[in-house]
């Protein structure tokens, strides 16, 4: 069975930084894209990064354009979120998920296109 877990989180005051770490325990997953998705208390899960296997392909959602940086290590089979200033909105349980594609260049903001997922950490971030 494979497992995603996230690491990283925490509580940090505005203008702060966190670091999340993913890791994929199937190291015979190939070809997989990897997304960070969000969920505040009482809102529907968002997304907020992805990244593709072949790396060419970076996405973020316009709330995070320009704090946050995503990126990928395939031979750990990692992937990490820098959330740099960040602010009391960026409050909710982060996920990471994988999902196998046939293309290295396939990534998504589309949370149920995506069948591995993480158990979320949580990050806390007060004015």
């Known amino acids: 069975q494979v497992h995603v877990v996230e690491s990283g989180g925490g509580s940090v005051q505005a203008g702060g930084s966190l670091r999340l770490s993913c890791a994929v325990s199937?190291?015979?997953?190939?070809?997989?894209?990897m997304g960070w998705f969000r969920q505040a208390p009482g809102k529907e899960r968002e997304f907020v990064s992805a990244?593709?296997?072949?790396?060419?392909?970076?996405d973020y959602a316009d709330s995070v354009k320009g704090r946050f940086t995503i990126s990928r290590d395939n031979g750990r089979n990692t992937a990490a979120l820098q959330m740099n200033n960040l602010k009391p909105e960026d409050t909710a349980v982060y996920y990471c998920?994988?999902?196998?594609?046939?293309?290295?260049?396939?990534?998504?903001?589309?949370?149920?296109?995506?069948?591995?997922w993480g158990q979320g950490t949580q990050v806390t971030v007060s004015a």
């Open positions: 990244i593709s296997w072949g790396l060419t392909n970076l």
């Open positions: 199937d190291r015979t997953l190939r070809n997989y894209g």
């Open positions: 998920a994988a999902a196998e594609s046939s293309s290295w260049t396939w990534h998504s903001r589309e949370a149920h296109e995506y069948e591995l």
